[in-house]
């Protein structure tokens, strides 16, 4: 069943009265929402009777005909209902005087009193087809509804629904339009994260990837010369320099790594990298992306540190992996810095807020919040903010520094 005054269904006015500025009659078949919560007010010098006219997308055999005629303080409380054929003229099917804010005509074959159509409000009097109009009324394409009679105000409807069913003289690709146009196909949730996906492209921050191959970093590193690689470049670099009889050097300038001139892990960068990676799971461009831990103690990483842990300068200084520590606990004291451990006795910040604490509350996961972050993160559910595992509150230990 379709309400073949909903604007996607194009209905047609054929004819209508003087209305009022911003009220006129075109708002009760508008697709704007606004527009149509106006109504139509006729304009004030405008007297009783007033047709107004629609001409329907196709035939339609009408179930049923809801009017509200009150819009504010104007209020209409006598209105009649013509419909015709595509060869006949226009037949009367009911005439109503009421004293309610609305008015409803409907066919007596499908509904009575105890039993009336849906979406009949209490405020809407009840009315049914005249005898004798079922011709009308089952292949009507043309509709017509007379106000004749107002409570001291202007001619005004609020709103008009005709319901009905393509009549039996329409063909079947009509009735396909119809429910086309009524009830368009929805895409399933999963085909609309698909088109999204489609439409959407891809685009991984420049930021994010190696200055070098171009590709996204797992651990970036920032180089003396201010541009960032991947902790594997820097690997590859290295052995290609060995190989060569060269020392540890920057890839891009070609200067030699010492110990107030070398790599530098960069946490900020590799903490943005691992949420884009987290927030961007569910696509398929991310399934192959390479991921790697904050924490620090891998196997390219214990590479590395013995990489430079060889001589790297002139001088006669070296690299070493004591010197690679310090750097990496002073990197680790940035406000960039976002993975805290109470391992060493030293970190009192919670990881979410970046505020110090005399005690922090440490989760399963090894991270460490304070008491209103922890609180919070518990109406909802109990998952770490940062990691995402799930744990268990009894499993939270109090820790302090």
Not at 29 to 36: A, G, H, M, P, Y
Not at 192 to 206: A, G, H, V, Y
Not at 318 to 347: M, P, V, W, Y
């Amino acid at each position: 069943m379709f309400n073949f005054l909903d604007p996607k269904l194009l209905p047609k006015l054929i004819r209508k009265p003087m209305c009022t500025d911003n009220y006129e009659v075109e708002n009760l078949i508008s697709s704007k929402q606004l527009e149509k919560m106006k109504g139509f007010i006729a304009y004030p010098s405008v007297k009783p009777p007033v047709e107004i006219e629609f001409e329907l997308l196709c035939s339609v055999n009408i179930f049923y005909i809801i009017l509200n005629t009150s819009v504010g303080n104007q209020r209409c409380n006598g209105i009649e209902i013509f419909a015709k054929t595509t060869h006949s003229p226009y037949v009367s099917l009911g005439r109503a005087i009421y004293e309610t804010q609305g008015v409803a005509f409907c066919n007596n074959r499908k509904y009575s009193g105890s039993n009336p159509p849906p979406g009949i409000s209490t405020n809407h009097s009840l009315h049914f087809f005249k005898k004798g109009s079922h011709t009308s009324f089952l292949q009507a394409s043309k509709v017509k509804i007379v106000i004749f009679k107002t409570e001291k105000s202007v001619p005004c409807m609020a709103s008009a629904e005709i319901w009905g069913v393509p009549s039996k003289s329409c063909s079947q690709k009509t009735r396909e339009t119809v429910q086309k146009l009524f009830h368009p196909k929805i895409p399933s949730l999963e085909s609309n994260m698909l088109d999204k996906e489609d439409k959407d492209s891809f685009n991984i921050p420049r930021d994010f990837k190696d200055d070098l191959t171009f590709e996204l970093m797992s651990i970036p590193y920032t180089l003396p010369s201010g541009n960032t690689i991947d902790l594997s470049t820097l690997e590859k670099h290295k052995e290609s320099e060995v190989s060569l009889g060269r020392k540890p050097c920057d890839p891009f300038t070609g200067v030699k790594f010492t110990d107030n001139s070398k790599p530098i892990l960069n946490v900020g960068l590799k903490s943005r990298i691992d949420m884009f990676l987290l927030k961007n799971s569910h696509r398929k461009e991310t399934f192959q992306l390479k991921r790697s831990l904050v924490g620090l103690q891998n196997d390219n990483h214990k590479k590395f540190r013995t990489m430079l842990a060889e001589p790297g300068s002139s001088s006669g200084h070296s690299c070493s992996a004591d010197n690679l520590d310090q750097l990496i606990e002073k990197s680790k004291k940035s406000d960039n810095f976002t993975c805290f451990t109470g391992d060493s006795g030293k970190s009192c910040r919670c990881i979410w807020c970046k505020k110090n604490f005399e005690y922090l509350y440490k989760l399963p996961c090894e991270h460490f919040y304070c008491r209103q972050c922890l609180l919070d993160m518990c109406k909802i559910n109990c998952v770490c903010k940062e990691c995402m595992k799930q744990f268990v509150k009894s499993e939270v230990i109090k820790v302090d520094f």
